[in-house]
């Protein structure tokens, strides 16, 4: 019998994991900045289209291969993970947390019109904080946004985007998570993802 190969199609015409070689194609021929790969097995293939393509093309794929994280004690495994996702910038924006030890997705919010990945990533740690204070969980939040834990410290998402019609209710949540911060209090540490180090947060929505 012939060896089957399953293809994950980060970018192209439409985004997954095909199971035959002609239906990927119609996805990234003639596409610009397609990004693909063949993978053995189905499992294979359904982990990687949730990484980060870097891992797995390019001359740096090697370099970033992903270490389990269960196998670097430096995380905190019982924790949560954050991340934005921005289709162009300003552009679609999506937000999501991640319970690290399992890898489970525990909230998802979007996608917004017109946003910005800093504005996804400061509104992802607020309600990461505003869930665990609610749930009375005591575990730490990991982020990989600078920006966002600055601003998350000053109570003020510092964004320079224009509000406009189409993103009206994005400022609404941002408007939200600033009153959120300026009245509560929390114990729960934000920690900053060292992606260099470990690889792509756990929250990452593998389309860089």
């Known amino acids: 019998m012939a060896k089957k190969n399953f293809y994950v199609v980060w970018n192209g015409v439409k985004p997954g994991v095909y199971s035959n070689w002609n239906e990927a194609k119609a996805q990234v021929e003639g596409y610009e900045g397609a990004i693909y790969k063949s993978f053995l097995n189905e499992k294979e293939a359904q982990k990687a289209f949730n990484d980060s393509p870097w891992l797995y093309v390019g ?88 920006n966002a834990i600055k601003w998350v410290k000053e109570k003020k998402c ?29 114990t729960t540490q934000i920690i900053k993802w060292k992606t260099d180090e470990w690889g792509e947060i756990p929250a990452d929505f593998g389309r860089k």
């Open 59 to 146: 001359k740096n794929a090697e370099k970033k291969k992903k270490v389990p994280i269960q196998n670097i004690p430096d995380i905190i495994k019982d924790s949560l993970s954050v991340d934005a996702a921005c289709s162009g910038n300003p552009g679609m924006l999506e937000y999501r947390g991640v319970y690290v030890k399992t890898g489970e997705q525990i909230f998802h919010q979007g996608p917004f019109e017109m946003g910005t990945n800093n504005i996804g990533e400061f509104l992802a740690i607020v309600h990461g904080l505003a869930l665990l204070k609610q749930k009375n969980f005591n575990i730490p939040i990991y982020s990989d946004s600078v």
């Open 158 to 186: 510092k964004t320079k985007l224009e509000r406009l019609p189409e993103n009206t209710s994005l400022f609404y949540m941002i408007e939200r998570a600033e009153k959120w911060l300026r009245e509560n209090t929390y």
